[in-house]
């Protein structure tokens, strides 16, 4: 059973404090009916992609460290449970992309699905949005890049095939551990590491593009990014990148309140580590800086990854760079019409 807790909402004037043990957190649905823009923007240069759709808010899978945590703050709501626990669906989505997409002065950049929250949540099973969205981006040829850590990508393996023919398609798998006690203490409402090695196998099965992002790395916790590389290569993937741990605003004192719950005995070398590669904070809002480490051990992290992952094959042939040439057309009036 969860109870709700949430580090305090620094737009809000108030915070709760419980008398005794808080409520428990429920699951909580709400339907964005006036969204105006699904593709998102982002001017980022850590992140290697520049436009997102985003089909929800918040997600159901309660990974402690998700850096998007504090983008439930706008909304009213904490970057603790709440995140998890008030999910908004934007169910809208599938109709204003293929909007913004007949917009002149969209020309066709890659699509990544999703930033701020998973686009297979449980919740997607039940809306399809993601699926619709997918269907739309069929119909335009529009590139699309995917981030899940979610089996439930599976059911739209034939949407995934027909845009791997038509367009560009790359589909990574956040897999941060391989020890399930691990994963559940830091993803617990994450499909364990084997659902998603599974899933990845049935993709590239497919002959879709498929690769592994252990995302995040926490130091002095992620020990085994080796045994993760070697099972995404026997898993059929050929892409693979890490990422530093970011724990920007309310997320660092969520994150070390669940850690030291869950991990006690692990905690303070986590959270010193933590420190070490961030030269002494928990985090940096840098540009440039916010996704890689500092210093010696960060710097053996990326030694490791660099020789396991040349030494398997990752990242020679990236089709989704290889076809650069653009895929994307606005269909015909009758090509809609016949969709």
Known sequence: ???????????????????GEPPQAKLEVF???????????????????????????????????????????YLGYGAGTDFDRKIVAKVKAPELLRKELMRPGWKGDEIVFSFTSDPYIPLEAHYKLTRQCLEVCVE????????????????????????????????FFTIP????????????????PEARFHAMSDLAAAGITVGIGIAPVIPGLSTDL?????????????????????????VAPYFEERLREKLPTKADRVMNRILEARDG??????????????????A???????????????????????????????PTAQASLFS
Not at 1 to 14: F, K
Not at 226 to 250: D, Q
Not at 307 to 322: C, D, M, P
């Open 140 to 171: 335009f040829r529009q590139p699309i890049g995917i981030i899940t850590k979610s089996a439930l990508i599976r059911r739209d393996i034939d949407v995934l095939k027909e845009l791997a023919k038509e367009a560009r398609l790359g589909v």
């Open 31 to 73: 339907e964005e009916t006036e969204t105006r823009r699904i593709i998102t923007h982002n001017d980022s240069p850590d992140v290697g992609f520049d436009y997102t759709v985003n089909c929800y808010r918040g997600c159901i899978h309660g990974c402690t460290y998700c850096f998007s945590r504090p983008t439930h703050e």
């Open 281 to 298: 904070k928990l985090n940096s809002s840098v540009f440039g800086e916010r996704m890689r480490g500092k210093g010696e051990y960060w």
């Open 300 to 330: 053996a992290i990326e030694r490791l990854f660099k020789i396991h992952s040349e030494r398997l094959g990752f990242n020679r042939t990236n089709k989704r760079v290889a076809r650069r040439e653009s895929t994307f057309r606005r």
């Open 1 to 19: 059973m969860r109870y709700i807790v949430n580090p305090p909402n620094p737009w809000l004037t108030h915070s709760v404090e419980w008398l």
């Open 177 to 192: 551990f391989t020890d399930n006690a691990t994963a559940r203490a830091v993803e617990p409402f994450a499909p364990l």
């Open 226 to 250: 080796p045994v993760l590389l070697k099972r995404a290569k026997e898993a059929g993937a050929t892409l693979a990148f890490i990422n530093m741990l970011r724990l920007p605003g309310s």
